[in-house]
């Protein structure tokens, strides 16, 4: 048995395979890595579907983003019918942050389209907080923004979030399985040509509590999630795209209408008008009974999607802003 | 600034490491002193700068008074008890504004119907921590068991980063001697080489194995709304494992430290899940809170020196103080007052005079501590009770997967569904499970393992393995320690 003949010897040995162990395991994630086990996969697919149809669009469109609240909350098939102008709901997961959505949205927008934004509380909240969900898609499918938009240390904690097993995992089964052609059928079989997911009915984890979400501290703070929506506000000013924000659906709970939480809103409302951002009906109005979701606070079930949608068309047929930009968008067509 | 964080472990420790001994190394002890409470003050502030105050309040408050007690010889014993009791009430109350001021106000409110509202203060990090440690100060000057030491040493002595936050809790007489002591100024290999590898043991088990029951606990104690048998007896397991792999994992993080300053602080953990008795379990277990309730109250009271019935009372009472300094709240004053009836009945067994299997102790310590364990997570009764009627009265529901193998226990009313489905992945919480008991009652725990090192190959694979391993698995989540609560 090798016995290192001084503990000087193994502290040297030590301070030299430490950092050697991390430059392989980090260029292994980097060169190796691919997610095909978690989400990246469905985010992947629903990506290049989505995007597919708003670009088959050649007039001009409504596109809805956010995280999943929106994939089953307002439906375009239905936003499209009601003001005949053509509708993609291009939502599709929260843990891919305000800023990588919005950034993404970019490539499908053009001049005179319209963008409404029903963000979950967690995208306005955001801080800065690393999503493991982003990390692993970047990673495996969009590498050019991993190395644009990060700096050396960002990139270093981004690949440091790939555990070995995960890693282990990709580099046994390959990228490119049968399974995985499987898989993205799958992932598209609820989905309608307008990226609207339907059929989802009541679910076993209703009996599940759902907390209020988390406010920011505090609650004033201009959160990272609000900042990629004044930038993002700005490069539609730039290039002349009609946004408005909204709020998500989310379970009715009586917290929210305590004083802390109607300060936040309150902030909220106050944050975008004094940044010129158009917004769209009330949190309050978004909320609805636990019964219409089924595993978290902001899916709804298929009755509870009718719902959102009738008020949310409603909403959007009270406000004037959204009536005169539509009434132009329709002229234009 | 948290012991997994990387600005910790990358920056902090290795430049304060440098520094420290570089200044000792030029024959600058008082700078490298200096050094060490200023690094300690930032590491302190790093969580909220407008705590730092609080603690320089305090650290020199109970210099002053520990001073003068220690000097007040030839003092009337009256005027020094009078000074010593000031000198608590001040500490405690203290801690008591800032830690119990809503619990009492929303008890008044909930005893009298009224509205007085709630102070909704942070609780300074530590603070539990630092008065206790400076009660028993003030305690040992006042029985004249402290020498006069001057403000530099006694800030070293309460704020070490190493064990600044959550302990151990440590006397000035084991410290002191050895920040003095010229032989730990200089860089030794043998420790640094035993500190790293007790800090990447502890860093693993923290970050890779107590992290891993967190989403299980979580998901039981505060998502589900109902827990089937199953589900509830792995989310108490889930938590019992998480509590210890998490305090213990963070306790061999700060000897690790300290003794790559060669300083060695006093063990904490010393495998509490193989105790065979209750009174066993609290040797093992916060062996420095354990030392301090001992010391500082049980004793105090009386101890065992008053005939049984007062013994069973002071008993009773250190363990309900035990309670009320792990938090504000009821569930963790029952939880305290649990611990104390077992003490109890522990004590009064032992006056039978029989002999328990060890089997059966050991499974009787254990599910007592484990039961215990959900009212000190639970943060409702509601909670508890959800978690304590599931264990003892929840549906027997197997995964379904088993349906075919097991279908004749169908017969005695098993049902085949999600299993522990609500909580987490079936398969990774049977694992974890098993490997956790595995872990905690097979191996030699981390002290036995330190005690033994030798920089050997295994050794040295062990710890870049581990260390590096945690590392990327820590990197970008922010896990706090449990204990930071308390």
């Known amino acids: 048995m090798g016995i290192m003949k001084s503990t000087k010897k193994f502290n040297l040995a030590l301070l030299i395979a430490i950092p050697l162990i991390f430059a392989g395991y980090f260029l292994s994630v980097y060169y190796f890595y691919f997610d095909n086990k978690n989400d990246s996969l469905s985010v992947e697919t629903y990506f290049d579907y989505k995007e597919a149809l708003a670009d088959s669009i050649e007039t001009n469109k409504i596109l809805f983003t956010s995280g999943s609240n929106n994939f089953l909350g307002i439906r375009a098939y239905q936003v499209e019918d009601a003001f005949n102008v053509p509708s993609v709901n291009m939502a599709i997961h929260a843990g891919l942050r305000a800023e990588y959505i919005l950034d993404r949205l970019k490539k499908s927008l053009k001049r005179g389209d319209m963008a409404i934004l029903p963000f979950e509380y967690s995208n306005f909240g955001y801080t800065g907080e690393p999503s493991i969900t982003l990390n692993k898609y970047l990673i495996s499918y969009d590498k050019e923004y991993l190395n644009s938009h990060y700096d050396p240390i960002d990139r270093l904690k981004i690949l440091s979030s790939i555990s070995v097993l995960d890693l282990a995992h990709s580099i046994v089964v390959g990228t490119d399985t049968k399974e995985v052609a499987e898989k993205k059928v799958d992932y598209l079989k609820n989905i309608n040509s307008k990226g609207d997911m339907l059929n989802m009915h009541e679910h076993d984890s209703l009996k599940t509590k759902k907390t209020p979400f988390k406010l920011p501290a505090p609650i004033t703070l201009e959160t990272k999630g609000l900042m990629a929506i004044k930038e993002f506000s700005s490069y539609c000013k730039e290039n002349g795209i009609h946004l408005f924000v909204t709020f998500p659906n989310l379970i009715k709970e009586k917290a929210y209408s305590t004083e802390k939480y109607q300060s936040y809103f309150n902030f909220l409302s106050s944050y975008f008008k004094k940044n010129k951002i158009a917004v769209i009906g009330t949190p309050e109005g978004a909320m609805y009974p636990k019964s219409l979701f089924f595993d978290s606070e902001y899916h709804l079930i298929s009755k509870g999607s009718d719902i959102r949608t009738a008020d949310f068309i409603k909403t959007m047929r009270q406000n004037k802003a959204v009536i005169s930009t539509i009434t132009a968008m329709r002229t234009a067509q | ?486």
């Open chain 2, 1 to 486: 600034m948290l012991f997994n964080s990387y600005i910790f472990i990358f920056i902090f420790l290795p430049v304060v490491l440098f520094a420290y001994f570089f200044l000792n190394y030029k024959k600058l002890t008082s700078s490298a002193k200096v050094l060490l409470v200023v690094a300690s003050l930032f590491y302190y502030s790093w969580w909220n700068v407008l705590y730092l105050p609080l603690i320089l309040v305090s650290m020199f408050f109970n210099y002053y008074i520990g001073n003068q007690l220690s000097k007040e010889k030839n003092t009337k014993r009256n005027s020094k008890k009078s000074l010593l009791t000031f000198g608590v009430v001040c500490n405690l109350s203290l801690l008591g504004y800032f830690k119990y001021a809503d619990f009492f106000i929303s008890n008044i409110n909930s005893v009298f119907d009224s509205a007085i509202p709630l102070l909704e203060l942070a609780l300074p990090l530590a603070i539990s921590f630092f008065t206790f440690q400076q009660i028993a100060y003030l305690v040992d000057s006042y029985r004249g068991e402290t020498k006069e030491y001057d403000f530099l040493n006694y800030s070293l002595f309460v704020t070490f980063f190493p064990q600044l936050i959550a302990g151990p809790i440590v006397h000035h007489k084991e410290m002191m001697p050895q920040f003095a002591n010229s032989e730990n100024k200089n860089f030794s290999h043998d420790n640094f080489a035993a500190g790293f590898y007790l800090f990447s043991l502890g860093l693993f088990k923290k970050v890779v194995i107590a992290d891993s029951f967190a989403p299980w606990a979580n998901a039981g104690f505060d998502v589900a709304e109902t827990l089937n048998l199953l589900e509830a007896w792995a989310t108490s397991l889930s938590w019992t494992f998480q509590l210890y792999f998490d305090f213990s994992g963070y306790t061999d993080m700060a000897l690790g430290i300290a003794l790559l300053f060669n300083i060695r602080l006093p063990l904490n953990f010393n495998s509490p899940y193989k105790a065979l008795s209750i009174q066993d379990f609290w040797r093992r277990w916060h062996m420095t809170l354990s030392r301090f309730l001992r010391d500082y109250i049980y004793i105090p009271l009386g101890g065992n020196r008053n005939g049984e019935f007062k013994t069973l009372n002071n008993l009773m009472i250190t363990f309900i103080v035990g309670g009320i300094w792990h938090g504000a709240g009821w569930t963790f004053i029952f939880w305290g007052f649990l611990h104390g009836i077992a003490l109890v009945i522990h004590r009064l067994w032992g006056k039978l005079g029989i002999k328990m299997n060890n089997i059966l102790a050991w499974f009787l310590t254990f599910n007592f501590a484990n039961i215990a364990w959900v009212f000190f997570r639970a943060t409702s009764w509601e909670d508890a009770i959800k978690v304590l009627k599931g264990m003892f009265s929840g549906a027997i529901e197997l995964p379904a997967a088993l349906a075919n193998k097991l279908s004749f226990l169908s017969d005695y009313g098993v049902e085949f569904g999600s299993g522990l489905q609500k909580i987490g992945p079936n398969s990774e919480i049977i694992i974890g499970l098993i490997l956790a008991f595995v872990i905690a009652l097979a191996l030699n725990n981390t002290n036995e393992l330190v005690e033994k090192f030798k920089p050997k190959w295994y050794n040295f694979a062990i710890v870049a393995v581990f260390f590096v391993y945690a590392v990327v698995a820590f990197l970008t989540v922010k896990s706090e320690f449990l204990y930071f609560d308390f």
